[in-house]
């Protein structure tokens, strides 16, 4: 063997290795999924279908590695049906096993139409103004932070109906994640990411499509996954829907979980929405982090007296000791006392607010600790 063939036997060799690395990571790549699980509506509507906790579907997902997003209508948590606190403790429990709360909207009622969507009505073609927008928005928000203690900063838009006013609003009250019912890992405005949800399949669920439904759903996650490598699962509250009660969507997705490991193996990763948004784009979380609560860790009470003059009581309890800061804010948001900024031990605590050199009007007094915020809303009158 001369130099010469020495060399193109090494050219050929080079080559042939080359392009198996190149199609062997393409085929890699193309096979490896980012799966996600989204639950929109929890407790829509029917409110007396029992069972009706978030935890059999939640075990039958984490308990194969999987993990949930719920679409979370905070109008549901201040509803009598929930006077028992019992979905607020599951929605706290569930953040802390690695699932998700997202912002379903506020009360999920077109003031248009009557029918399951807000901020933009399609049957009437009508944008909700900006201003009618921003008070849903920050209804919910206040929702959120009296019941969880937290802000989800995942949007989901009711009835899937959005418009570029509702961007604005998100994005002025700092939200940056929306999960539509486009598919698409973008931005859609500023800084507001959008990662969609692909299909659903569990919908009119009943024993005789319970296969078809399992082989179409594996069917389009596969070709939509290869081309996208990620898939997002829609479900609408299962556990309370009629002929749900049997738990046959429970067991379906169980079902499709299974399959998708085998097929899959271990490339597969299952997410929450944020998690795969955070993934796309290689930063974190935003506005719900600094708000992940310790179920219960600190409790913070409606002022006494309320509406009061000149001066109030304000009670909160603490179950461990914490760095805390209790601060006054009016109407626009300035803060205009702070209260007490110590450190604390577990325990109940009261202290007067004086607010005698204040004028009339509504004011918001706001707990925080490195990880924990809670707000509430009183109101002088002079
Ligand atoms: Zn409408
Ligand atoms: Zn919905």
């Not at 003059?309 to 800061?325: E, F, G, M």
Request: glycine share 6%; aromatic share 14%.
């Amino acid at each position: 063997m001369n130099w010469k063939e020495i060399f193109y036997m090494f050219k050929r060799i080079t080559l042939i290795a080359l392009f198996w690395i190149a199609f062997s990571q393409t085929i890699i790549a193309q096979d490896s999924l980012i799966f996600m699980i989204r639950i929109d509506d929890i407790l829509c509507r029917n409110e007396t279908i029992l069972p009706r906790s978030i935890q059999p579907f939640e075990s039958a997902c984490n308990s194969r590695g999987a993990k949930v997003t719920w679409g979370v209508i905070p109008h549901r948590l201040i509803e009598t049906a929930n006077d028992d606190g019992a979905l607020v403790q599951e929605l706290l429990q569930t953040v802390e096993k690695g699932n998700e709360v997202a912002f379903h909207g506020y009360n999920h009622i077109c003031i248009f139409c009557g029918s399951s969507h807000e901020f933009y009505c399609p049957t009437n073609q009508r944008h909700l103004t900006y201003a009618q927008q921003d008070s849903l928005i920050k209804n919910g928000i206040q929702v959120f932070q009296d019941k969880l203690g937290f802000v989800p900063g995942l949007f989901i838009p009711p009835g899937h109906a959005v418009d570029t006013t509702t961007y604005r609003v998100l994005i002025d009250n700092q939200f940056n994640r929306i999960s539509m019912a486009t598919p698409y890992n973008e931005f859609v405005i500023d800084n507001l990411f959008n990662l969609g949800m692909q299909s659903e399949y569990t919908w009119a669920m009943t024993s005789s499509n319970y296969s078809g439904q399992i082989a179409a759903a594996l069917a389009n996650i596969r070709s939509f996954g290869k081309t996208n490598g990620f898939y997002c699962v829609l479900a609408h509250d299962y556990f309370i829907r009629q002929g749900y009660e049997n738990g046959i969507v429970i067991r379906w997705f169980g079902e499709l979980i299974d399959s998708l490991k085998i097929s899959y193996g271990d490339r597969i990763r299952f997410m929450t929405v944020t998690e795969a948004i955070c993934h796309y784009t290689g930063r974190p979380a935003g506005i719900d982090k600094p708000f992940v609560v310790t179920a219960n860790d600190f409790i913070l009470r409606q002022n006494y007296p309320n509406p009061f003059n000149t001066s109030t009581t304000i009670t909160y309890s603490l179950q461990k000791d914490a760095n805390i800061c209790l601060e006054i804010f009016d109407q626009n948001g300035r803060m205009v006392a702070e209260l007490i900024n110590q450190r604390q031990s577990a325990g109940s605590y009261s202290i007067r607010w004086n607010a005698e050199r204040f004028s009339s009007g509504i004011y918001f007094y706001r707990l925080r600790t490195n990880n924990l915020v809670s707000v509430k809303k009183c109101l002088l009158v002079k």
